[in-house]
């Protein structure tokens, strides 16, 4: 996360992605027993921060505007792509 002090946000923000399957199901994540915060404990689909330059510079917002998310759907097999930005609801 970046220091705040150095952030041109007022404050850090924190995304929550609930995903769900074409079927309806909710995707979750388990935190691995090896972590220090939380382990053994469910969560969202995805999750990570936002910096400044996160931030789209026109008022539609789309799944690559998030680069730091990269990762989770890497490790969920899917593409920016394969979802269906009709249906992302904020």
Request: aromatic share 6%; proline share 7%.
């Amino acid at each position: 996360m970046e220091n705040l002090q150095n952030s041109l946000l007022a404050n850090p923000l924190g995304i929550n992605l609930l995903l769900f399957t074409t079927d309806g199901r909710m995707v979750i994540s388990s935190r691995s027993s090896r972590v220090l915060v939380r382990p053994n404990e469910l969560g969202p689909s995805s999750f990570g921060d936002l910096i400044y330059m996160d931030l789209p510079t026109t008022s539609q917002l789309k799944l690559n505007h998030f680069p730091h998310l990269r990762e989770t759907f890497e490790e969920l097999g899917l593409h920016p792509e394969d979802i269906d930005s009709t249906e992302i609801t904020f």
